[in-house]
């Protein structure tokens, strides 16, 4: 059984560029989160989406934003980039949305210079 | 503020000795509670899932208590190996879904 897939794996941008990553969930999956990893803050809730609707929201700005295909897989964007957007952004998905598993992709490390 | 807070912050222990990482959480309304192993460069992976009914579950040489009435949960590593050394999250999922409080995690390093 595959696991969850993001693509690609290191991304080097630009201040003020866009950047739009993707997430292949565990085929069956219908929930898929993402979340932000620093040295400095930690792992960071991102968004959550299920059957193609966000459900759950973190605290960051709305240059942060996603969508979720109809076969689940989901792409998050970040627009005008900044320097503190360097990051491992990881993905997870899960089964349903309450109380199960959540499975984490590899990650893209995110740099912005 | 949902919060949640880990000691130690690093650790360093001999191979084949046990060792127990604290998690306290201020978050509400609580779903449940996981343990994450995550090894450098890589995503985390799952160690045990508790809502709030379960006291404890062990995966292997990995046990995790919960105390849901003071907040507190526990990872106790049995026999360790080498291959234990990693960073060691608690995570709260608060009220339903993924939306998930990460606590800062436990740097552990395992020597022989």
């Not at chain 2, 807070?5 to 084949?16: A, F, K, T, W």
């Not at chain 2, 849901?68 to 190996?81: M, P, V, Y």
């Amino acid at each position: 059984k595959a696991g969850v897939t993001q693509t690609p794996r290191y991304l080097i941008k630009t201040r003020g560029q866009q950047v739009t990553l993707s997430c292949s969930p565990i085929s069956g999956h219908r929930s898929v989160s993402w979340y932000q990893q620093t040295p400095g803050q930690g792992l960071q809730f991102l968004f959550e989406y299920f059957s193609e609707t966000q459900r759950n929201k973190g605290n960051f700005p709305g240059r942060f934003s996603g969508r979720q295909f109809s076969n689940s897989r989901s792409e998050m964007n970040v627009s005008t980039l900044e320097l503190g957007d360097s990051a491992l952004y990881l993905c997870a998905s899960s089964l349903q949305i309450m109380n199960t598993e959540a499975f984490f992709g590899q990650g893209t490390r995110l740099t912005v210079v | 503020k949902n919060q949640v807070e880990q000691s130690p912050q690093s650790l360093i222990i001999l191979e084949g000795k046990n060792c127990t990482l604290q998690c306290n959480y201020t978050v509400s309304p609580f779903s449940n509670l996981r343990w994450y192993k995550q090894d450098t460069g890589r995503g985390p992976v799952s160690l045990t899932i508790m809502t709030f009914s379960e006291n404890t579950k062990s995966n292997g040489r990995y046990t995790a208590t919960l105390d849901a009435d003071t907040k507190q949960s526990s990872l106790h590593i049995t026999a360790s190996q080498l291959s234990d050394s990693a960073s060691y999250i608690c995570v709260v999922s608060t009220g339903g879904g993924n939306k998930l409080t990460f606590g800062t995690g436990t740097q552990l390093k395992v020597e022989l």
